[in-house]
């Protein structure tokens, strides 16, 4: 039984995550052949104050500000 735990930037809509979900779990079954009523998910929503890629924080980070503005609007 796979056990898949997703961490996002908070302000994915529920359609995204659905989505992705179902993205996921099919891929679990064809590549791990577990059973699709199996596939575990969890996601975990995360700000952009708490995480920090390559030292800095994505909510001080130039270079991800169109990202965090877009969830933000979401």
């Given at each position: 039984?796979?056990?898949?735990?997703?961490e996002?930037?908070?302000?994915?809509?529920l359609?995204?995550?659905?989505?992705?979900?179902e993205?996921v779990?099919?891929?679990?079954?064809e590549?791990?052949?577990?059973?699709?009523?199996d596939?575990?998910?969890?996601f975990?929503?995360?700000?952009p104050?708490?995480v920090a890629?390559g030292?800095v924080l994505a909510?001080?980070d130039?270079?991800r500000?169109?990202v965090?503005s877009?969830l933000d609007?979401?």
């Amino acid at each position: 039984m796979p056990n898949i735990t997703v961490e996002l930037l908070a302000g994915r809509s529920l359609e995204q995550r659905r989505a992705f979900a179902e993205a996921v779990a099919a891929n679990a079954v064809e590549l791990l052949g577990a059973r699709l009523q199996d596939v575990r998910m969890v996601f975990t929503e995360i700000t952009p104050d708490i995480v920090a890629n390559g030292g800095v924080l994505a909510s001080e980070d130039d270079t991800r500000a169109a990202v965090v503005s877009a969830l933000d609007k979401s």
